[in-house]
């Protein structure tokens, strides 16, 4: 059974670094099969990708974020990490990561993403920018 969790803190001052880590479990990230994915949903507001790393750790951004986030990946413990800096409140939102056996191109320039693009989710994590 594949299971993906969230985990970091639910609070971060604008400014600063929002760091989040994703274990997963059940499937490997070093498996050439798939992608792992970072996507976050501000509140009433739809999904928004921002960024992924496949089975050889080559990392894909939103365009409008490259300058600010980063993605890496842990074999050891199989797990993939998530930092976007320079955060302000316009980063408030529910982050996920979830599997993806495929990256289309309007997802990477345009961060366009479905519940039904990736077959596993974690269930997601509150994070809030705020002083």
């Known amino acids: 059974q594949v299971q993906l969790q969230e985990s970091g803190p639910g609070l971060v001052k604008p400014s600063q670094t929002l760091s989040l880590t994703c274990t997963i479990s059940?499937?490997?990230?070093?498996?050439?099969?798939?992608?792992w994915n970072w996507i976050r949903q501000p509140s009433g507001k739809g999904l928004e990708w921002i960024g992924a790393?496949?089975?050889?750790?080559?990392?894909y951004y939103l365009p409008c974020l490259k300058s600010r986030i980063s993605i890496s990946g842990d074999t050891s413990k199989n797990q993939i990490s998530l930092q976007l800096s320079s955060v302000t409140p316009e980063d408030t939102a529910v982050y996920y990561c979830?599997?993806?056996?495929?990256?289309?191109?309007?997802?990477?320039?345009?961060?366009?993403?479905?519940?039904?693009?990736?077959?596993?989710w974690g269930q997601g994590t509150q994070v809030t920018v705020s002083s």
């Open positions: 059940g499937s490997s990230i070093t498996s050439n099969l798939y992608f």
């Open positions: 979830a599997r993806s056996d495929k990256i289309t191109f309007a997802t990477m320039t345009e961060g366009t993403v479905d519940w039904g693009d990736c077959d596993y």
């Open positions: 790393i496949d089975y050889v750790g080559t990392t």
